[in-house]
């Protein structure tokens, strides 16, 4: 208890939105007293995403990872849940975060990707942020080229060729054939592994 005269206020801070009944009692020196109630209405406020940071840039097909930090000023048994939209057409969530989080994703080709990051309290409040993505490319590797020959003079011979890239989604990739005879074939599009075809007119090695 405290002493008091008429009138008289106290302060409080609520740590959640919500209704409340509060309840004051006025006790005299005789130990008799009376008491009288009020509502308070406590509003939510929304989190607020402070920063949406990445580490790239990074490779094709390769992972990379956003970190979030939000803020809010309920301190007590408020949970929040996050989306994140990735750029590329994929999304994940909704999942249960407490401020800092992360999450890691990786894009089958290279480009500039924008993530946004939406954080959601339990009273439906939300804010987002976003963070730019540079995907790098990464050459295709030849891995092997290979030929049927020997062969006669004006006999084709057959050159094939197998390749890797690390990009998982339709990439278009162009051949060029110098055969050492002068002669060259392509550009041309292709998917591995690549044959082709060719007649030299004299012998030797090429």
Same mark, same amino acid.
């Given at each position: 208890?405290?002493?008091?005269?008429?009138?008289?206020?106290? =302060?409080?801070?609520?740590? $959640?939105?919500?209704?409340?009944? %509060?309840?004051?009692? %006025?006790?005299?020196?005789?130990?008799?007293?009376?008491?009288?109630?009020?509502?308070?209405?406590?509003? *939510?406020?929304?989190?607020?995403?402070? !920063?949406?940071?990445?580490?790239?840039? &990074?490779?094709?097909?390769?992972?990379? +990872?956003?970190?979030? =930090?939000?803020?809010?000023?309920?301190?007590?048994?408020?949970?929040?849940? !996050? =989306?994140?939209?990735?750029?590329? /057409?994929?999304?994940?969530?909704?999942?249960?975060? +407490?401020?800092?989080?992360?999450?890691?994703?990786?894009?089958? $080709?290279?480009?500039?990707? =924008? &993530?946004?990051?939406?954080?959601?309290?339990?009273?439906?409040?939300?804010?987002?942020?976003?963070?730019?993505?540079?995907?790098? *490319?990464?050459?295709?590797?030849?891995?092997?080229?290979?030929?049927?020959?020997?062969?006669? &003079?004006?006999?084709? &011979?057959? %050159? @094939?060729?197998?390749?890797?890239?690390?990009?998982?989604?339709?990439?278009?990739?162009?051949? +060029?054939?110098?055969?050492?005879?002068?002669?060259?074939?392509?550009?041309? +599009?292709?998917?591995?592994?690549?044959?082709?075809?060719?007649? @030299?007119?004299?012998? /030797?090695?090429?």
């Amino acid at each position: 208890p405290f002493a008091v005269t008429s009138p008289f206020s106290r =302060t409080h801070a609520y740590c $959640d939105d919500g209704d409340y009944s %509060v309840t004051v009692i %006025v006790i005299d020196d005789d130990g008799d007293s009376d008491s009288g109630t009020t509502t308070v209405t406590v509003d *939510n406020v929304a989190p607020t995403v402070t !920063a949406v940071e990445n580490d790239g840039p &990074v490779d094709e097909n390769s992972a990379v +990872t956003v970190s979030t =930090t939000f803020t809010d000023p309920a301190t007590c048994s408020e949970t929040f849940m !996050a =989306t994140i939209d990735w750029g590329d /057409g994929n999304t994940g969530g909704p999942f249960a975060v +407490t401020s800092p989080f992360s999450r890691t994703h990786a894009y089958c $080709d290279d480009g500039s990707y =924008t &993530v946004t990051v939406i954080v959601t309290d339990d009273e439906g409040d939300s804010d987002s942020g976003t963070t730019s993505v540079t995907v790098d *490319n990464v050459a295709p590797t030849v891995t092997a080229v290979e030929n049927d020959g020997p062969v006669h &003079v004006d006999a084709p &011979v057959t %050159v @094939s060729t197998t390749l890797t890239d690390p990009a998982t989604c339709p990439e278009t990739i162009l051949a +060029t054939s110098a055969w050492g005879d002068g002669h060259t074939a392509g550009p041309t +599009t292709e998917n591995s592994p690549v044959s082709r075809h060719h007649a @030299s007119c004299d012998d /030797g090695s090429y």
